[in-house]
T-cell receptor, first 116, second 110 residues
Framework: GAVVSQHPSRVICKSGTSVKIECRSL??????MFWYRQFPKQSLMLMAT?????????EQGVEKDKFLINHASLTLSTLTVTSAHPEDSSFYIC????????????FGPGTRLTVL | GQQLNQSPQSMFIQEGEDVSMNCTSS?????WLWYKQDPGEGPVLLIA?????ELTSNGRLTAQFGITRKDSFLNISASIPSDVGIYFC??????????FGAGTRLTVKP
């Protein structure tokens, strides 16, 4: 149990375009979802926390207008990178937790974004 | 914010050897967690620790929550090739605020 999926697994886009990444909890209700980004050979950096039905809470230094997060249902959260630039290229990972998982977050497999 | 120092950064060991890695923090945490990440994948939870002094095992893995609540270690006994990957410690202060260490990259030579 406690499986989280992400789609797409990798995406390449042109500079200036927007990209949407989906995060789904497949077998539990995710009341809270988290979005991280990870640069090569570095650790995971929390970008934002979203509770179902509420606005996301962004970490300091993360532009909320650039990284749009929607958590409209108990099984789906989306991250939209707007007007992407090459420096947005990174590995984006979501995690989720809910009543069935307690305080434990379960991570998705990640999405590799490359902006040309 | 809380800073986590994880060491070593990388380890190259022979199959069958034991491995030890640790994390220290300048602040206390209420929970310590250890994750493993394979290339191109998300982290997978290995062990979660909830009480100071707690020692928990998961197969060949053993982790401890330091008495001061500012540190934790992970030991892997009798390493095998599939142990290769990056191991991250994570400390959680409240329900949502989890911070990750920089990771320990483990290479196991057969």
């Amino acid at each position: 149990g406690a499986v989280v999926s992400q789609h797409p697994s990798r995406v390449i886009c042109k500079s200036g375009t927007s990209v949407k990444i989906e995060c789904r909890s497949l077998d539990f209700q995710a009341t809270t979802m988290f979005w991280y980004r990870q640069f090569p050979k570095q650790s995971l950096m929390l970008m934002a926390t979203s509770n179902e039905g509420s606005k996301a809470t962004y970490e300091q230094g993360v532009e909320k207008d650039k990284f749009l997060i929607n958590h409209a249902s108990l099984t789906l959260s989306t991250l939209t990178v707007t007007s992407a630039h090459p420096e947005d290229s990174s590995f984006y990972i979501c995690s989720a937790k809910g009543p069935a998982t307690g305080d434990t977050q379960y991570f998705g497999p990640g999405t590799r974004l490359t902006v040309l | 914010g809380q800073q986590l120092n994880q060491s070593p950064q990388s380890m190259f060991i022979q199959e069958g050897e034991d491995v030890s890695m640790n994390c220290t923090s300048s602040s206390i945490f209420n929970t310590w967690l250890w994750y493993k990440q394979d290339p191109g994948e998300g982290p997978v939870l290995l062990i979660a620790l909830y009480k100071a002094g707690e020692l928990t095992s998961n197969g060949r893995l053993t982790a401890q929550f330091g008495i001061t609540r500012k540190d934790s270690f992970l030991n892997i006994s009798a390493s095998i090739p599939s142990d290769v990957g990056i191991y991250f410690c994570a400390g959680r202060y409240n329900n949502n605020d989890m911070r990750f260490g920089a990771g320990t990259r483990l290479t196991v030579k057969p």
